[in-house]
């Protein structure tokens, strides 16, 4: 008897925990925040080619752009309805603490330091990148292990000046730290020559390459990544509804990716598909948005506003643009990158 009570206990602890896991999610204080004004408010580097910079008409463009646009359309329904505001390295941490924005999606890189001391927390990787090194052309230099004593132009307030430090002294190359606090500083002196070398992750210097450089071909980033930089979004501590939203969105993305929905066909595949992976995906399945406090068709909104991880990519940064960056090991996981999604379900 004892036994069997014991059994039907455990059966009733499994059934509770299961019905509280399948319960909808209240929306949560930051969500509601964001509902009430009708806007994400969304903090951006203040141009960065590629990743967040704005046209002269205000339009912003770049892959952290297009993840706050796509949490804009599954959270509000439409792309446009964000707020951007420009953030230097040393104002993006504090912004995002004061509240003064929703989210920040502005190349900053995941770290223990960061995740565990600032109050925020680390949402999803966007885009794995590592430190690497610019240097003229005409300098004849090939090697990173051939900046001994060099100067090197860097951004203070970020885990590059902490890296170049710590790579300096592992290699004996007493390298010279040229240290400004605000990107646009550091471009104008390693241009005008103030400084042998520029460091930072490698995807920043193909942008600042083409966006700054006279002519991009006299620049040669060296081939050497001294670092892990995996970047992504941030939001505060304390609101696990917004936490979840801006997390799944992406994954979302990327699993969108794996299962070829696209902008282009994301509708028709909603209405179509037998695949049960793409029926969760689109809503026409099962309703995951209700897990988050959105509605089923969250993630169809999100892929018909920007399209998937893969289109995000080589829109903003891929081999056709101007950064031409290869896809490497932000290629999904099943080719040959580090790309992987937990599955949308």
């Given at each position: 008897?004892?036994?069997?009570?014991?059994?039907?206990?455990?059966?009733?602890?499994?059934?509770?925990t299961l019905a509280i896991t399948a319960m909808p999610a209240h929306a949560g204080k930051t969500l509601d925040a964001i509902k009430a004004r009708g806007q994400v408010v969304c903090g951006v580097n203040v141009g960065l080619a590629g990743f967040?910079?704005?046209?002269?008409?205000?339009?912003?463009?770049?892959?952290?752009?297009?993840?706050?646009?796509?949490?804009?359309?599954?959270?509000?329904?439409?792309?446009?309805?964000?707020?951007?505001?420009?953030?230097?390295?040393?104002?993006?941490?504090?912004?995002?603490?004061?509240?003064?924005?929703?989210?920040?999606?502005?190349?900053?890189?995941?770290?223990?330091?960061?995740?565990?001391?600032?109050?925020?927390?680390?949402?999803?990787?966007?885009?794995?990148?590592?430190?690497?090194?610019?240097?003229?052309?005409?300098?004849?230099?090939?090697?990173?292990?051939?900046?001994?004593?060099?100067?090197?132009?860097?951004?203070?307030?970020?885990?590059?000046?902490?890296?170049?430090?710590?790579?300096?002294?592992?290699?004996?190359?007493?390298?010279?730290?040229?240290?400004?606090?605000?990107?646009?500083?550091?471009?104008?002196?390693?241009?005008?020559?103030?400084?042998?070398?520029?460091?930072?992750?490698?995807?920043?210097?193909?942008?600042?390459?083409?966006?700054?450089?006279?002519?991009?071909?006299?620049?040669?980033?060296?081939?050497?990544?001294?670092?892990?930089?995996?970047?992504?979004?941030?939001?505060?501590?304390?609101?696990?509804?917004?936490?979840?939203?801006?997390?799944?969105?992406?994954?979302?993305?990327?699993?969108?990716?794996?299962?070829?929905?696209?902008?282009?066909?994301?509708?028709?595949?909603?209405?179509?598909?037998?695949?049960?992976?793409?029926?969760?995906?689109?809503?026409?399945?099962?309703?995951?948005?209700?897990?988050?406090?959105?509605?089923?068709?969250?993630?169809?909104?999100?892929?018909?506003?920007?399209?998937?991880?893969?289109?995000?990519?080589?829109?903003?940064?891929?081999?056709?643009?101007?950064?031409?960056?290869?896809?490497?090991?932000?290629?999904?996981?099943?080719?040959?990158?580090?790309?992987?999604?937990?599955?949308?379900?």
């Open positions: 008897m004892l036994k069997n009570l014991k059994k039907l206990s455990l059966l009733s602890a499994a059934a509770a967040s910079v704005a046209d002269s008409n205000g339009a912003w463009t770049g892959m952290d752009v297009d993840h706050c646009k796509a949490i804009a359309a599954a959270v509000l329904g439409d792309a446009s309805k964000v707020k951007w505001v420009p953030l230097n390295a040393q104002q993006r941490f504090t912004a995002l603490q004061s509240g003064e924005v929703d989210i920040l999606s502005r190349n900053t890189t995941f770290s223990l330091t960061r995740d565990a001391s600032l109050g925020l927390h680390m949402t999803a990787v966007t885009y794995y990148d590592g430190q690497g090194f610019m240097v003229p052309v005409k300098s004849k230099v090939k090697s990173a292990k051939s900046l001994k004593g060099a100067t090197v132009c860097v951004q203070s307030g970020t885990t590059t000046e902490k890296n170049l430090t710590d790579y300096s002294k592992a290699n004996n190359l007493n390298m010279k730290p040229v240290v400004f606090e605000k990107q646009e500083a550091v471009n104008a002196a390693y241009f005008s020559g103030r400084c042998q070398a520029y460091t930072t992750d490698a995807s920043g210097l193909a942008s600042v390459r083409n966006k700054e450089a006279k002519d991009p071909k006299e620049h040669l980033i060296l081939p050497e990544l001294i670092s892990k930089e995996p970047l992504g979004p941030m939001v505060r501590r304390g609101d696990d509804e917004w936490f979840a939203i801006v997390k799944w969105v992406v994954y979302g993305l990327l699993e969108a990716e794996e299962y070829g929905v696209t902008q282009a066909n994301v509708e028709a595949m909603a209405k179509d598909s037998k695949d049960p992976v793409v029926g969760r995906l689109t809503g026409s399945g099962e309703d995951t948005g209700k897990l988050l406090g959105l509605d089923k068709d969250w993630l169809v909104r999100a892929v018909k506003a920007v399209g998937n991880y893969g289109e995000i990519f080589e829109r903003n940064v891929g081999p056709k643009t101007a950064l031409a960056l290869p896809r490497g090991s932000n290629n999904l996981w099943n080719q040959g990158g580090l790309m992987y999604a937990p599955p949308v379900r």
